[in-house]
């Protein structure tokens, strides 16, 4: 079989802010690539940069699938992730993970939040800023501590060790520093404190669930308990030191079957295909919460998802041969999105 990797590489056109920088790394493309070419396929590389379209028009018909590794988008701006699921499907080609419009909505998160709500799956209750706050602050009815996050991006940019707030002047500052640096709305949660857990699901219609993963968190007395930037991307900081996951998670038989069923919901009415993770808060009484679907997460050797994997059974080389087939044979997955 020969298999078309896309991948983001490069430099952005832009100045993009410092927490971008921490992602640029290509253990996903390394590990990916040294994964399909032991199981004895062919493998072509190609960048998203201002080459993909004629690229892709010259590739059309020679090879049977593309690994979309483009996580960080068209010429790395990861607002464009979207776009290229979209182009492939534009251009007739099979590809694996989700298509366009997953990624659209699950990476505008008060958009997936909406859903959430009038599909009556739990998520902590949100508002979103679009404007910087110069006056008064109008709270809809939201609880300190909150939570203030870009209203679209991932891997936890924008997301640091100052976002958990107490009173509203911390609040106000804090959105208003989202807006100017990242340039897109503020999205404000009540923030859930308690437990994070991660739930990996393989398939496109038939699902599986897999080891579910938890973050152990060691940290001072004084820090909130959750995962900002410089847990996931700054290996000296004690936030990294202090968010360690454990997989397969201690969960109890019942909240375990309750974080199953809500994930597996929230999987499909997302219209994820092939692989994902859902990433859960719960409180002190036990209620969980989604924080947020993410589909075509990290797929390389050392992430979350090849841990539960792992935990599963299953080889490094058998869950790329997996996606692999899965983005060939995408079944006939309803896409369950309800507005």
Known sequence: MKVMIVYSDGEPEQQTPEDYKGRNDDDNLKDVEEAIKSLNHEVIKVNADENIFQKLLELKGQVDVIYNLAEEGYKLDIHTEPHLAALFEMLGYKFTGSNYLCLANCLDKARAKQLFAVNDLPSPKFQIFSKEINGD????????????????????????????????????????????????????????????????????????????????????????????????????????????????????????????????????????RGYGRVDFRIDKEGKPYILEVNPNPDISRDAGLTRMITAHGMTYEELIDKILRMGINKDDQEIRIII
């Open 137 to 272: 602050l109008k709270l809809n009815g939201l609880n300190f501590p909150l939570i203030v996050k870009p209203g679209k991006s991932d891997g936890s940019i924008g997301i640091r060790k100052n976002s958990v707030v107490e009173d509203e002047e911390s609040l106000k500052l804090r959105v208003n520093e989202i807006i100017q640096t990242y340039e897109q709305p503020a999205l404000v949660e009540e923030f859930i404190d308690g437990r994070e857990i991660n739930v990996g699901i393989l398939g496109n219609k038939r699902l599986t669930v897999l080891p579910m993963s938890e973050i152990i968190f060691n940290l001072p007395p004084e820090e909130w308990n959750f995962v900002p930037y410089e847990a996931k991307w700054l290996t000296k900081t004690k936030y990294y030191k202090g968010t360690v996951p454990n997989c397969p998670a201690d969960v109890e038989p019942g909240l375990k079957a309750e974080l199953e069923e809500l994930a597996k919901k929230a999987y499909s009415l997302m219209g994820v």
